[in-house]
């Protein structure tokens, strides 16, 4: 089946430095990928649509310059934080559908970790 | 906007007895896909079970089945015969035709006693 693998699975950091996290298809292309972000106890909140070659989608709210995407290949994302801050410390997910019919669902990743000191 | 509203925060559940969770959604769009998603306390994300707007039975999946009531807007997951196993965070999504993403309801907490 689809498989997406994300990493680190969980990273510390300090405040003002950056992280970056990477979000792979392994079995599949995915020209589309997707940035989640999820506080304790609360649902999944779509960051920004990450699109292989050309630049992301973000959702409103979410700052362009502070979470950076690229989708440089057909199998990898990356989302990095700049200048992290604590309240940046959250449960980052990815994910990627591995077929284009209705039914398909998004695979995601194991998710990551983030606290920043 | 599409809209996905799950009003259970927690449920409580019998092993080996029938549990219902609750989602209803908003959407203008005729086509639309329902998903429904396990989060163990490990964090991953699990696929249980999908229905498209146009399909005419309810789908199921071993002990997962979807009560589709399009008229009401309504998707609610039904898990048979619960297993401890099953304690996890249940999530009702969608996906418009017209959209590539999938938004996510805010989530109920599933916990089966033994």
């Known amino acids: 089946g689809a498989v997406v693998s994300q990493h680190p699975s969980r990273v510390i950091c300090k405040s003002g430095t950056s992280v970056k996290i990477e979000c792979r298809s392994l079995?599949?292309?995915?020209?589309?990928m997707f940035w989640y972000r999820q506080f304790p106890k609360q649902s999944l909140m779509l960051m920004a649509t990450s699109n292989e070659g050309s630049k992301a989608t973000y959702e409103q709210g979410v700052e362009k310059d502070k979470f950076l995407i690229n989708h440089a290949s057909l199998t990898l994302s990356t989302l990095t934080v700049t200048s992290a801050h604590p309240e940046d410390s959250s449960f980052y997910i990815c994910?990627?559908?591995?077929?284009?019919?209705?039914?398909?669902?998004?695979?995601f990743g194991n998710g990551t970790r983030l606290t920043v000191t | 906007a599409q809209k996905i509203t799950q009003t259970q925060p927690g449920m409580f559940v019998q092993e080996k007895e029938a549990v219902t969770l609750d989602c209803t959604y908003d959407t203008s769009d005729q086509s639309y896909g329902l998903f429904w998603y396990k989060q163990p306390s490990s964090g991953e994300m699990i696929f249980l079970i999908y229905?498209?707007?146009?399909?005419?039975q309810n789908a199921t999946e071993g002990r997962y089945s979807l009560n589709f009531q399009k008229a009401r807007k309504s998707a609610n997951l039904v898990i048979s015969a619960s297993q401890l196993g099953d304690s996890a965070m249940y999530f009702c999504?969608?996906?418009?035709?017209?959209?590539?993403?999938?938004?996510f309801g805010a989530g109920t907490r599933l916990t089966v006693k033994p």
């Open positions: 999504a969608m996906r418009e035709a017209n959209n590539n993403d999938m938004r």
């Open positions: 994910s990627a559908r591995s077929g284009v019919g209705q039914n398909s669902p998004l695979h």
């Open positions: 079995d599949f292309q995915a020209t589309t």
């Open positions: 229905q498209g707007s146009y399909d005419e």
